[in-house]
């Protein structure tokens, strides 16, 4: 998750609660709802049913629908053909096996542009706009930048502020990029301000637009423990054992201390720099005892 202070709140891409499959991000959660639908018009929509028209058995689907087992991608296309999907459903539920089984976060990131694409026709222009906001790790930067500091003119000025620097042409890009979203505000004197309000990411499938925003601030955190004096900046781990429900508990404790970060922060007169605080809190062995996979 990731929660960008004063920044208005734009629709993300989660798996849908019902709608169409342009409306998903993970095809098992779409058949099991489709499924649900037929199953109810017709009794005779059964796994075995579909086990037949598509060629496999039911225990396999079954396996699939409860994220068991993996669909094979070339079973994908007679899958959307049973379910009643038209060709350019076909199309965007084949791509969508392929993403949700892809090895690595590259494979992942081209597959999801190519369903933003497909879902071009379907969703507002701002949801894919939303996603290349979290490419770059500037865009909130600089947004943020605004915030404390109003920007100049001159965009080589603003974006040599930023630590490190952009240049003038990513901070036009950016300035741009802001404009279109409604993240900040063209002021007549030719300075931008920030739009006062808030957004987070959200949880869950939406948070797959922004690995890259993600992996590019690991890459920042890295450079600073060379570039930053340690008065500036507050390094620390822990390594410890604990137990799934710990380990719900400690998400818990995140949360809540990043929603008392911005409270403490939304209290400040005056801003002079920009933030970014990293939370990290991930297993480094595989879960022992009942139940382990």
Same mark, same amino acid.
């Given at each position: 998750?990731?929660?960008?202070?004063?920044?208005?709140?734009?629709?993300? +891409?989660?798996? #849908?609660?019902?709608?169409?499959?342009?409306?998903?991000?993970?095809?098992? =959660?779409?058949?099991?709802?489709?499924?649900?639908?037929?199953?109810?018009?017709?009794?005779?929509?059964?796994?075995?049913?579909?086990?037949?028209?598509?060629? +496999?058995?039911?225990?396999?689907?079954?396996?699939?629908?409860?994220?068991? !087992?993996?669909?094979?991608?070339?079973?994908?296309?007679?899958?959307?053909?049973?379910?009643?999907?038209? *060709?350019? &459903?076909?199309?965007?539920?084949?791509?969508?096996?392929?993403?949700?089984?892809?090895?690595?976060? /590259? &494979?992942?990131?081209?597959?999801?542009?190519?369903?933003?694409?497909?879902?071009?026709?379907?969703?507002?222009?701002? =949801?894919?706009?939303?996603? &290349?906001?979290?490419?770059?790790?500037?865009?909130?930067?600089?947004?943020?930048?605004? /915030?404390?500091?109003?920007?100049?003119?001159?965009?080589?000025?603003?974006?040599?502020?930023?630590?490190?620097?952009?240049?003038?042409?990513?901070?036009? =890009?950016?300035?741009?990029?802001?404009?279109?979203?409604?993240? *900040?505000?063209?002021?007549?004197?030719?300075?931008?301000?920030?739009?006062?309000?808030?957004?987070? /990411?959200?949880?869950?499938?939406?948070?797959?637009?922004?690995?890259?925003?993600?992996?590019? +601030?690991?890459?920042?955190?890295?450079? #600073?423990?060379?570039?930053?004096?340690?008065?500036?900046?507050?390094?620390?781990?822990?390594?410890?054992?604990?137990?799934? &429900?710990?380990?719900?508990?400690?998400?818990?404790?995140?949360?809540?201390?990043?929603?008392? *970060?911005?409270?403490?922060? =939304?209290?400040?007169?005056? /801003?002079?720099?920009?933030?970014?605080?990293?939370?990290? #809190?991930?297993?480094?062995?595989? !879960?022992?005892?009942?139940?382990?996979?």
């Amino acid at each position: 998750m990731c929660l960008i202070r004063s920044m208005p709140y734009i629709r993300g +891409m989660g798996e #849908a609660k019902g709608g169409t499959i342009f409306d998903c991000l993970d095809y098992r =959660e779409f058949l099991r709802q489709r499924y649900q639908t037929f199953k109810r018009k017709s009794p005779a929509f059964s796994y075995r049913y579909i086990a037949g028209k598509v060629g +496999m058995d039911a225990g396999s689907l079954n396996g699939i629908l409860k994220g068991k !087992r993996k669909l094979d991608p070339a079973l994908a296309g007679k899958v959307a053909q049973v379910f009643g999907l038209n *060709i350019y &459903e076909k199309g965007y539920f084949e791509a969508l096996v392929l993403y949700c089984q892809a090895k690595n976060h /590259s &494979e992942r990131t081209i597959l999801l542009e190519k369903l933003l694409r497909l879902r071009g026709i379907q969703i507002k222009k701002l =949801e894919g706009r939303q996603f &290349e906001f979290y490419r770059k790790w500037y865009y909130s930067a600089l947004r943020e930048l605004l /915030s404390c500091h109003p920007g100049p003119c001159d965009a080589s000025a603003l974006g040599k502020l930023l630590r490190p620097p952009i240049s003038a042409q990513e901070t036009r =890009e950016a300035l741009r990029l802001l404009l279109d979203l409604g993240l *900040i505000e063209a002021k007549g004197d030719g300075t931008y301000q920030a739009s006062e309000s808030l957004i987070t /990411s959200g949880e869950g499938a939406r948070a797959a637009a922004m690995n890259d925003f993600h992996l590019a +601030m690991a890459g920042l955190a890295a450079q #600073a423990i060379h570039d930053i004096d340690p008065g500036e900046r507050d390094f620390s781990a822990l390594t410890l054992n604990c137990s799934p &429900e710990a380990l719900q508990d400690v998400k818990g404790i995140l949360s809540q201390a990043r929603r008392e *970060i911005l409270q403490r922060v =939304e209290k400040d007169v005056r /801003s002079e720099i920009v933030l970014q605080i990293n939370f990290q #809190a991930f297993p480094l062995s595989r !879960r022992l005892g009942p139940g382990a996979k």
